[in-house]
DNA sequence: GCCGTTTTCGGCCCGACTGTTTTCAGTCG
């Protein structure tokens, strides 16, 4: 059984143990679970198997879930669950995903309606059935029949990128609001995360009417959800759901501490604070004493954590996951920049499937700031973007020679995307990709083979001596297509062991490899390659979202190939 | 259900907003 599949087994029970009222710490601990087992990049099984550590080394894990892992792994199933399931039908899950229905209200329409699915719903709703509950009214039966088309898109997040243009734009909106002193950008945003569930804004007001009359003045707001003295919320034409909070300026860290999050970042640092008699809120840091509280900082998130004797961990790493360890440690990691970007190692011409000669594409990435690009068109299997064969790619790379002559300060390295193959093995022969300066293997076809053939043709990319890096390791594309089903873990492995790169593809819809498992390779010495992709000269405004992957991978500027200057590269490549 | 140089029991982050209450429960982040 797959990691991914115990820690949907937990959500599921924790989802049903919420429904049925159980204690919200116990939901709380199975979603815990749930969310180590889904980072682990170590399957599961392979922990049981070794004698040498126990489930209950992980940190959240008792020896009650321990057992029920145990139980899931070695018959496929947990009794408990299935008899939850029986208990409750699946699909009355779908309720809670109606915006304003948690658990309370969804087992109450349940027990008392019989309702199981979201058309019976919309029906109870329509014939005025639900507003007769205790604890509804009409206001909530209208809120339900509104939010029910919700319920399916909810959950559906945006790719940072696209959030990133609401939030240029509304920076634009709200540069002409003369109550507002400042604003910033919150939430899953901040912290880079690869997709976006709604977007946190903050800002700095005593006038806070104001800001949010002008905020509702923002042309995507089609309706307001709600309004109070310091938050509002709105939902845009698109759906995308944006919190604004108006705080003071001696707030105004805390708040941002606050609203950057995570979840599971604030449970942390808010437990260690009690620890020290402190409280944090999003209004500040207080000392509990026996006349009340007294604030001792806020206005900027040096003081919160500073109050900690934490330091600002950069938001993408605030996922409670190794950040709190790492500060315990001593100083965090400096995490690679964009600026740190020398060249990229990964891009197309019109030869093949790509919208720029070389010549354009040369003088785009030198445009970016770049000293370097390896040109790495597809090969010949991949036929639908004209792949080449060998004639084509020597040709090409004779004309890349003849280029270079013509440069100064800029160099294009004779590249190939070389696809492997369904049966494995390469693309081209060995005496071809011998003359390359840099080989991406990366898998085009055969994407639904068994994990055993996907990690075996992977695994034979990596020991193969032409080849420099694995591009786009795990296929996913965000929203789209699951990650092919591969075994990281080998695969970190083997690129450690034969001095192998991965690569880190930043194109918004890839972000593969993603920050887990960039961690997970940083913790074997694997080197990473943060490479655009790039169809198209603008392509290579693309690095921008594989960095913040990076950081969130808490990848060095060390960690990532292409920060190198082109003789570090070569010496490295030994070219 | 987890966890422990303040605890093996009794904690577990904290506050805003809404709608339904007549002081608060539910939901959300």
Request: aromatic share 6%; charged share 25%.
């Amino acid at each position: 059984m797959k990691n991914t599949q115990i820690a949907d087994s937990f959500d599921q029970l924790a989802d049903l143990l919420e429904f049925q009222g159980a204690n919200p710490f116990r939901v709380r601990a199975y979603r815990n679970a749930a969310r180590l087992i889904r980072d682990l990049t170590e399957p599961i099984a392979g922990i049981l198997a070794d004698g040498q550590r126990k489930l209950t080394d992980l940190p959240g894990i008792g020896q009650d879930l321990a057992a029920k892992i145990e139980t899931l792994v070695e018959t496929g199933e947990l009794p408990q669950l299935s008899e939850l399931l029986a208990a409750v039908p699946p699909s009355v899950l779908t309720l809670l995903r109606v915006p304003g229905l948690g658990p309370k209200k969804a087992a109450l329409l349940h027990s008392m309606l019989g309702i199981t699915t979201l058309e019976e719903l919309q029906a109870a709703c329509e014939a005025g059935r639900v507003r007769e509950l205790k604890g509804f009214g009409a206001k909530t039966e209208q809120a339900i029949l509104d939010n029910i088309q919700f319920a399916v898109k909810a959950q559906e997040r945006i790719y940072w990128a696209e959030a990133d243009f609401v939030v240029e734009s509304l920076r634009e909106h709200f540069s002409d609001c003369s109550a507002m002193e400042r604003v910033e950008f919150a939430g899953s945003y901040r912290r880079g995360r690869d997709t976006i569930g709604d977007l946190d804004v903050l800002v700095v007001s005593t006038e806070s009417d104001q800001v949010m009359d002008h905020f509702e003045k923002f042309s995507s707001v089609s309706e307001v959800i709600a309004r109070g003295d310091t938050k509002m919320s709105v939902r845009t034409l698109e759906g995308l759901q944006i919190d604004l909070r108006v705080v003071e300026a001696k707030s105004f860290g805390a708040a941002l501490q606050y609203f950057t999050g995570s979840k599971d970042h604030n449970v942390v640092l808010r437990g260690l604070a009690r620890q020290r008699n402190l409280k944090i809120n999003e209004y500040g840091v207080f000392r509990l004493t026996d006349e009340g509280e007294q604030y001792i900082g806020g206005a900027t998130e040096e003081e919160v954590y500073g109050a900690m004797d934490l330091p600002v961990f950069p938001p993408e790493l605030r996922e409670a996951r190794q950040e709190f360890a790492w500060a315990e440690q001593g100083p965090l990691p400096k995490l690679v920049e964009l600026s740190d970007i020398r060249g990229d190692l990964h891009a197309h011409t019109d030869e093949t499937d790509g919208r720029g000669s070389l010549r354009e594409m040369a003088e785009a990435a030198q445009q970016r700031g770049l000293s370097y690009l390896a040109i790495t068109d597809h090969s010949q299997r991949v036929s639908m973007a004209q792949g080449l064969n060998p004639e084509r790619l020597l040709a090409q790379w004779a004309r890349i020679d003849r280029f270079n002559a013509t440069l100064t300060n800029f160099r294009v390295l004779k590249g190939i995307e070389c696809d492997i193959l369904e049966r494995g093995g390469m693309d081209l022969p060995d005496d071809v990709l011998a003359q390359a300066d840099w080989v991406n293997a990366s898998i085009h076809y055969g994407q639904r083979q068994s994990r055993a053939q996907i990690t075996e043709r992977i695994l034979q990319a990596i020991e193969h001596p032409h080849v420099t890096a694995i591009a786009h390791p795990t296929g996913r594309l965000i929203n789209r297509r699951e990650a092919y089903d591969v075994d990281i873990d080998a695969v970190i492995k083997a690129a450690a062991q034969h001095r192998k790169i991965l690569e880190l593809n930043a194109n918004p819809q890839r972000l593969d490899l993603n920050d887990i498992y960039c961690a997970a390779a940083k913790s074997q010495g694997v080197l990473i390659v943060i490479s655009t992709d790039a169809h198209e000269p603008a392509g290579f405004d693309d690095m921008r979202y594989g960095v913040l992957q990076a950081r969130r991978g808490g990848l060095t500027k060390a960690d990532v190939v292409n920060t190198r200057s082109l003789p570090q590269l070569l010496k490295l490549l030994k070219k």
